[in-house]
């Protein structure tokens, strides 16, 4: 039996899990949770919206550490987070201050002036294939770039975040190819930068590192990591998927192997698409905003992020200030209890979800509605979106697609997969709910 590390980081909480592989047959895999923390962003004096990366590596090496007292030997670690954020080094490779989250809203305004000013909207779909969302790293390293931001004027170094975990337990940089695949500054035909868009952002090409491949090693841990967790020595660091959609994916043979069949990885976030030999970067794929990110073996995952649990899971934090602890069964329980009143359908990719003051008031808008309606709401509207998005992606698809797979938390949820397989027309598949971890060890081995 072999056993391997994976660091999960979800916009929300963060693990670490324990993989034990048989040597005879890679496929037989069992994985243990080691280490579970909950996370947040928090608002600064500045106006900014951080991310705890400090605390964020503070409690991996916690988790290495429980991982490690369980006394195995590790062939090695892979790391994978969410995409488009960023961490800035100075010369000397510290880093400069806590990265930025993706849902600041100090991007909201600049998309329009980085296309009058510098490359159409048209010209970077065509150059980079990734959907237009305003938090893409090219818009927040723009408007880094617009208000002078300190930390990003005084970078030498630039980090994709899984990028800087690894940095962090080995001492080397690297840029993984999913992780930059999110950023709307790669071109998904030779698989680099584009110098034009780094130019946009007022940045150079010396400022990243190289560009390697899922599967890249990337050496053992420090010395200071071996010390504070106890870990072996000659436990290595791979370089895996380093988005976490792009593992998930990974986890699933039949999507990646097979066709005729789509997948939906449902988290905080949800994301529908397909995999493909190459991008799929038409005039239709610009209008339905659809975007070509990074998969394993130079693989092009076609896809649109929706606003999954995150409006749910806003709501439950908003209960739970009021005394009201809402678990998920229950949550179902209410929303059934709900069926058969009047359905309110809103579209939970509406910029006012991000991460309004109330995601109560924002979801009532002015009604008067109870608990149950505003689940049954939210569970509804999510299906509505997914079988949307789905139509739309039958149209860029290659061939029909005759099924969906889901992976991810949300496959735990039967009332919401019974909602998306009626709002689509075509049979819901359970996947692995882990499907994240899986794919994360599955290229470590």
């Not at 010209?123 to 969302?133: A, D, E, N, V």
């Not at 994301?271 to 990110?293: H, Q």
């Not at 899971?313 to 058969?340: D, I, T």
Request: glycine content about 8%; aromatic content about 10%; hydrophobic content about 40%.
């Amino acid at each position: 039996m072999k056993h391997y590390i994976a660091i999960d980081w979800g916009a929300t909480s963060g693990r670490v899990m324990v993989a034990h592989v048989d040597n005879i047959n890679e496929k037989n895999m069992y994985q243990e949770e080691v280490h579970r923390f909950k996370h947040a962003i928090r608002e600064s004096e500045d106006g900014h919206w951080y991310w705890d990366f400090t605390g964020l590596l503070r409690e991996t090496t916690e988790g290495l550490k429980k991982a490690a007292a369980l006394g195995y030997h590790y062939e090695s670690i892979g790391v994978d987070t969410w995409g488009v954020d960023v961490v800035f080094y100075d010369g000397e490779g510290r880093m400069i201050a806590e990265p930025l989250s993706y849902r600041d809203p100090f991007t909201a305004d600049v998309t329009g002036h980085f296309f009058e000013q510098y490359i159409s909207a048209e010209k970077l779909y065509h150059k980079t294939g990734i959907q237009f969302m305003d938090f893409n790293t090219v818009f927040k390293l723009f408007a880094c770039r617009r208000e002078n931001y300190r930390p990003y004027a005084e970078a030498k170094h630039i980090l994709f975040l899984p990028d800087a975990v690894s940095y962090y337990l080995t001492g080397r940089m690297v840029c993984e190819y999913t992780a930059l695949s999110t950023s709307a500054m790669m071109d998904p035909r030779t698989k680099e930068f584009d110098v034009e868009i780094l130019a946009a952002c007022g940045l150079n090409r010396e400022q990243f590192p190289e560009v390697v491949m899922p599967g890249h090693d990337l050496g053992t841990l420090k010395e200071d990591i071996l010390a504070a967790t106890g870990l072996n020595s000659d436990c290595r660091v791979v370089a895996v998927a380093g988005h976490d959609t792009g593992s998930a994916v990974a986890a699933c043979p039949r999507v990646i192997g097979g066709k005729r069949a789509a997948y939906l990885s449902c988290g905080t976030w949800s994301l529908m698409g397909i995999v493909t030999d190459k991008p799929v970067i038409t005039e239709e794929s610009c209008v339905l905003n659809f975007t070509n990110e990074g998969g394993v073996d130079g693989t092009t995952r076609l896809l649109k992020n929706i606003t999954g649990m995150w409006v749910l899971e806003q709501c439950r934090k908003e209960w739970a200030a009021e005394g009201k602890e809402y678990s998920y069964p229950e949550l179902v329980a209410m929303a059934q209890s709900a069926k058969g009143k009047e359905v309110f359908i809103f579209n939970p990719d509406e910029p006012r979800f991000a991460n309004p003051a109330s995601m109560l008031n924002e979801i009532q808008n002015g009604r008067v509605m109870t608990d149950q309606e505003i689940i049954w709401a939210i569970y509804n509207s999510m299906a509505h979106r997914y079988g949307e998005v789905f139509r739309m992606l039958q149209r860029l698809a290659p061939w029909p697609i005759e099924v969906l797979y889901v992976i991810g938390g949300g496959v735990r949820n039967t009332y919401l997969l019974q909602l998306t397989e009626q709002a689509i027309g075509v049979p819901v598949v359970v996947g692995p709910s882990e499907a994240t971890a899986i794919g994360n060890v599955m290229v470590q081995i």
